[in-house]
C-alpha cells in the first residue's frame, strides 16, 4: 500500500511539472482496464522529467493525493482526501502543512478543492459556504469570503481577484441534474455573483475539471456532449480555445 501510494504521489507531481502546454500527438492510447497491472514504471504513460520522492508527512503517509501545486521555488501542495493540505520542499522534504480543519475563523470544516492564484502566491481552499485563502509559501492566514451555495465542486482564479466555480448540478432549490444551467459561476471577491458561462450540455462527471499549467493558465476539460476545452486565465472570460478530434488538440 506504501510502494501505491508512492506512485501515485510521483505521478501527480510528474503531471503537474510537466505542465499541458504539450500538444497530443496522434490518438491516445487505448488501455483496457482488465490488462493494467500496478508498476512504478510510468515511462509508458508520461513524459517523465523529473521525480521526487516524498518523505512521510506530518500524522502519516498521504491517504489519497488528488490535486497539486507547483510553487516558482520548486517546492509542491499536495490536497490530500484526508482534508489535508500539506506542503513539501523540491527535495521531497515536509516543510509543514497549510491551514487546518476545524471550526474557527481561520479553519475550514472540509476541504473540497484548492486553488492557487496566478501569481502562485495565494492559496485558497473551498470549504462548504466559505473560501480561505493563505499565503502559499509560509501558510499564514490572509481572508475568508463567504459563498451563497454549497454544491460547487471545484474552483479556479478568476479575473480582478474573484473565482469561477464549478457545479455539476444548478444550485437551486429546485436542483435537477434536467434542468438548463450553466457550469461555471463567475464571483467578485467579496464573494458576489457577477455571471454564470458554459451551458451544460450533458451529465457531467464532476472530477478533475480543472488543470493548471506550468504557465498559470487553468484548462477546463471537455464537457460530455462536446468537444471543446476551455480556457480560463484569470484575467479574461472564459473563452474555447482548442477543439478536440481523435484524442489530439487543433487551434
Not at 497539486?68 to 501542495?77: M, N, R, T
Not at 472540509?110 to 480561505?132: A, K, T
Not at 499564514?140 to 480582478?160: K, L, S
Amino acid at each position: 500500500m506504501k510502494l501505491f501510494t508512492k506512485s501515485i504521489c510521483v505521478a501527480v507531481a510528474a503531471l503537474v511539472a510537466c505542465g499541458c502546454n504539450r500538444k497530443s500527438e496522434g490518438r491516445l492510447p487505448v488501455i483496457n482496464v482488465r490488462d493494467a497491472q500496478l508498476s512504478e514504471d510510468l515511462s509508458s504513460m508520461l513524459v517523465v522529467e523529473d521525480v521526487t520522492v516524498f518523505e512521510e508527512a506530518e500524522n502519516g503517509m498521504l491517504i489519497h493525493p488528488d490535486k497539486a501545486f507547483i510553487l516558482e521555488d520548486g517546492s509542491i501542495v499536495l490536497k490530500d482526501k484526508g482534508h489535508r493540505i500539506l506542503k513539501f520542499a523540491a527535495d521531497g522534504s515536509f516543510s509543514g502543512t497549510i491551514g487546518m480543519r476545524g471550526r474557527g475563523p481561520q479553519e475550514y470544516n472540509i476541504c473540497r478543492d484548492i486553488s492557487l492564484s496566478v501569481d502562485g502566491n495565494e492559496l485558497s481552499v473551498m470549504d462548504l459556504g466559505n473560501i480561505l485563502t493563505y499565503d502559499a509559501h509560509d501558510g499564514h492566514f490572509i481572508r475568508r469570503m463567504e459563498i451563497t451555495h454549497h454544491n460547487y465542486d471545484e474552483f479556479c482564479p478568476g479575473p480582478d481577484g474573484g473565482y469561477y466555480l464549478f457545479s455539476a448540478g444548478p444550485d437551486t432549490e429546485d436542483y435537477s441534474t434536467l434542468n438548463d444551467h450553466n457550469v461555471l459561476t463567475l464571483i467578485s471577491p467579496d464573494g458576489s455573483l457577477v455571471s454564470g458561462c458554459v451551458p451544460r450540455k450533458d451529465y457531467i462527471l464532476n472530477v478533475s475539471l480543472f488543470t493548471r499549467t506550468c504557465t498559470g493558465t487553468t484548462f477546463l476539460r471537455p464537457l460530455e456532449g462536446e468537444n471543446i476545452l476551455y480556457e480560463i486565465d484569470g484575467y479574461a472570460e472564459v473563452h474555447n480555445v482548442k477543439v478536440l478530434q481523435n484524442g489530439a488538440l487543433f487551434p
